[in-house]
């Protein structure tokens, strides 16, 4: 059973950066796949960043060039370094894992991440 436990936001002004931690645990390194979500409130969850073994990673259009997703795989830790963040990146961030195919989850839905961690709140001020 995988357990995701995510720790690191806070409150930051426009411009500054925040690394999120993600401590997982009961996953297989070369199974699994791990992505960040956010839901800001009155919005549905959105994909942030996906990864996928060593090699391949993926960006929302909005994040990309900002945000990077890493794994270590040594301390089972995920993390998701933000930089120049924006008021809009103001939201609760989640980190999540699944089994399924990467090419699957390109399109970062949500219902195909069946492993998520409790969130923890971003918020950006201008």
């Known amino acids: 059973q995988v357990q995701l436990a995510e720790s690191g936001g806070g409150s930051v002004r426009s411009g500054g950066s925040l690394r999120l931690s993600c401590a997982a645990s009961g996953y297989h390194y070369k199974s699994h796949k791990f992505a960040w979500f956010r839901q800001a409130p009155g919005k549905e969850r959105e994909g942030v960043a996906l990864?996928?073994?060593?090699?391949?990673?993926s960006y929302a259009s909005s994040v990309r060039g900002r945000f990077t997703i890493s794994l270590d795989n040594a301390n089972k830790t995920l993390f998701l370094q933000m930089n120049s963040l924006k008021p809009e990146d103001t939201a609760m961030y989640y980190c999540?894992?699944?089994?399924?195919?990467?090419?699957?989850?390109?399109?970062?839905?949500?219902?195909?991440?069946?492993?998520w961690g409790q969130g923890t709140q971003v918020t950006v001020s201008s």
């Open positions: 990864l996928a073994g060593d090699d391949y990673a």
């Open positions: 999540a894992a699944s089994l399924r195919a990467w090419n699957y989850l390109i399109n970062l839905r949500p219902s195909d991440f069946p492993y």
